[in-house]
């Protein structure tokens, strides 16, 4: 092992959940704070719960949102760009006189 490159290890670290369950373990930091751990994470508890705590599931739905109106704009304007298509040929340019005639 080569000398001062390894970080410092500390054999009592301290880890904090949000749930308030603390344990100790050994780390390269003091104190490391979690979120979810075997005391309230829904596999070891067995309750069917969603953890979100930088508001996730808001943001893929607000993504999946935009995604739909962004997807109808495009076949809105897709539609248009058909409509707006100028005839290429003299039986087409027929075709869209009778329709109009027509309606």
């Known amino acids: 092992m080569k000398a001062q490159i390894h970080p410092e290890y500390f054999d009592d670290c301290k880890v ?35 953890v979100d705590t930088l508001g996730r599931v808001e943001k893929f739905e607000k993504s999946r949102q935009k995604s739909k109106e962004l997807n109808l704009q495009k076949q809105k304007v897709q539609k248009e760009k058909i409509e707006r298509q100028r005839p290429t040929s003299l039986k087409e340019m027929l075709d869209l006189a009778k329709k109009q005639a027509s309606s």
């Open 16 to 50: 904090t959940c949000a749930c308030g369950n603390t344990f100790t373990t050994g780390a390269t930091v003091r104190e490391i704070r979690v979120d979810v751990c075997n005391k309230c994470h829904p596999f070891f508890t067995g309750e069917m719960k969603y």
